[in-house]
């Protein structure tokens, strides 16, 4: 997701409104690195626009995501979905005990998946995931 304006342009050309709601949303995920779940989204909202719906945050989420302009991701130990605005391929390190997700910045030479078959299965897409501790839960555990 590069800018709010870049996703309005989006949603008109689909036939979808955009409402001051949807936009508040916009601006909450427009470079946004912490891989909010939709009810961080949501109270964040919520402290903006009282009257804001949790379904409004979901179907927000739902349409964006349906015109590929942000991730949905999960991680090993969280059952709940966590939204990513940045499309572009990148790995993430998953915090095993604040379960914090975070992306690893270093780029990567471009791998042509469509050439990269294994077993038979055709990749399109590659997303890793590191699990771990995080500087600041080390520390945590250390002092225990
Ligand atoms: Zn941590
Ligand atoms: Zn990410």
Redesign the pocket.
């Known amino acids: 997701m590069k800018s709010i304006d870049e996703v309005i342009e989006v949603f008109q050309k689909h036939g979808q409104k955009v409402t001051p709601q949807r936009r508040e949303i916009l601006k909450i995920l427009v470079n946004n690195k912490d891989h909010p779940k939709a009810e961080e989204i949501y109270r964040i909202l919520k402290n903006r626009m009282p009257d804001v719906t949790l379904a409004t945050v979901y179907n927000t989420l739902n349409v964006l995501r349906d015109l590929g302009m942000i991730e949905s991701i999960g991680v090993i130990g969280d059952d709940s979905v966590h939204y990513d605005p940045t499309t572009e391929a990148h790995d993430h390190l998953c ?1 095993m ?2 379960k ?1 997700i975070m992306d690893i910045e270093k780029k990567e030479p471009e791998v042509n998946f469509t050439q990269n078959e294994i077993s038979g299965f055709q990749i399109v897409k590659r997303m890793v995931t590191y699990y771990g ?2 500087p ?2 080390q520390k945590m555990l250390k002092t225990i």
Request: with cysteine; glycine share 0%.
């Open positions: 915090c005990r604040c914090r501790y995080c600041e839960c």
